[in-house]
Nanobody
Framework: EVQLVESGGGLVQAGGSLRLSCATS????????IGWLRQAPGKGREGVGCISGDGGIHYIDSMKGRFTISKDDAKKTVYLQMNSLKPEDTAVYYCAAFHGAAHYASSYYQRRCSLNLYENWGQGTQVTISS
């Protein structure tokens, strides 16, 4: 069973940083893409970006600059480093996964990441940025 568990959320002042973790289990880690998405109160879910099985990273254009995705294959964990946080970054942050994404160069990976087409989801972690 595919499982994704986010952690690391919390309350931070504007300008601060947070690192979220997504611990995974139940699947072949390097065969999957893992992405980060967020949903602010009253808004739809938006993607931050995703990382392929071979470590290639695709960021959604509007998210480039302050967010960095990385992973540790040995720990089967994906991270989202968030810097210079703003009150508008307040949201529930989710990690999600889809299979068949071992290679960054794959058009399948690029398309699914860009369109936020994920198969499995974590429960989310709340991030609140105070002004």
């Amino acid at each position: 069973e595919v499982q994704l568990v986010e952690s690391g959320g919390g309350l931070v002042q504007a300008g601060g940083s947070l690192r979220l973790s997504c611990a995974t289990s139940g699947f072949i880690f390097v065969d999957y893409a893992i992405g980060w998405l967020r949903q602010a109160p009253g808004k739809g879910r938006e993607g931050v970006g995703c990382i392929s099985g071979d470590g290639g990273i695709h960021y959604i254009d509007s998210m480039k600059g302050r967010f960095t995705i990385s992973k540790d294959d040995a720990k089967k964990t994906v991270y989202l480093q968030m810097n210079s946080l703003k009150p508008e970054d307040t949201a529930v942050y989710y990690c999600a996964a889809f299979h068949g994404a071992a290679h960054y160069a794959s058009s399948y990976y690029q398309r699914r990441c860009s369109l936020n087409l994920y198969e499995n989801w974590g429960q989310g972690t709340q991030v609140t940025i105070s002004s």
